[in-house]
């Protein structure tokens, strides 16, 4: 299993980003796969995610701003994050059970 993080980068606030996860070693449809983040000082924390029965989980906190998808033929799954704010900062992290990517720093900054 190998995980792709990429599309991070500095943003200001209100802005948006959108976060790319390349996945091999296994496919997307019908897997549980998910997005994690770690900002400084705080623990990882799982920000949106699908189920493998199709369900998917978002942090309240990013409810109606973050968009989880993916692209089966593409085996890539997306986090569309729109009105960013400073909370957001932290490292993103792809994740499927135990593999995370190498992560893809995110920042919101003025």
């Known amino acids: 299993v190998q995980l792709v993080e990429s599309g991070g980068g500095s943003v200001q606030p209100g802005g948006s980003l959108m976060l790319s996860c390349a996945a091999s070693?296994?496919?997307?449809?019908?897997?549980?796969i998910g997005w994690f983040r770690q900002a400084p000082g705080k623990e990882l924390e799982g920000v949106s995610c699908?189920?493998?029965?199709?369900?998917?989980y978002s942090l309240d906190s990013v409810k109606g701003r973050f968009t989880i998808s993916t692209n089966n033929a593409k085996n890539t799954v997306y986090l569309q994050m729109n009105n960013l704010t400073s909370d957001d900062t932290a490292i993103y992290y792809c994740n499927r059970n135990v593999f995370y990517g190498q992560g893809t720093q995110v920042t919101v900054t003025s």
């Open positions: 070693g296994f496919t997307l449809r019908n897997s549980a």
């Open positions: 699908f189920g493998n029965d199709g369900s998917t």
